[in-house]
Nanobody, 125 residues
């Protein structure tokens, strides 16, 4: 049974921190590349960060330096720690998984996920 379940979203003041979690219940070969996307109202969905099972992390320029993606394989859980949150970080955040990352601009990235979570809202004011 394939399932990705996010948690940890909420409302926070600018400058604050949040850690999102995602329990990734998919076959091992279907989560060789996992990551986070976000979509703000009226905007296209964008990649935030991804991590490749064989090594390699990607961060969007907009979050680089204040965001950390990590995973706990024993718990089948993916995390996104966000610090120094800004109002422009307000969005629905989605966890995603795929069989492979792709090299884009010299970095391994999750480009075409096969599985998605239902999303968790982050609001920064």
């Amino acid at each position: 049974h394939v399932q990705l379940v996010e948690s940890g979203g909420g409302s926070v003041q600018a400058g604050g921190s949040l850690t999102l979690s995602c329990v990734v219940s998919v076959y091992t070969y279907s989560k060789r590349c996992v990551g986070w996307f976000r979509q703000a109202p009226g905007k296209e969905r964008e990649a935030v960060a991804s991590i490749r099972s064989g090594g390699g992390r990607y961060y969007a320029d907009s979050v680089e330096g204040r965001t950390t993606i990590s995973q706990d394989n024993a718990k089948n859980t993916l995390y996104l720690q966000m610090n120094g949150l800004k109002p422009e970080d307000t969005a629905m955040y989605y966890c995603a998984a795929g069989r492979a990352c792709e090299v884009v601009g010299g970095l391994w990235r999750l480009v075409n996920p096969e599985y998605w979570g239902q999303g968790t809202q982050v609001t920064v004011s």
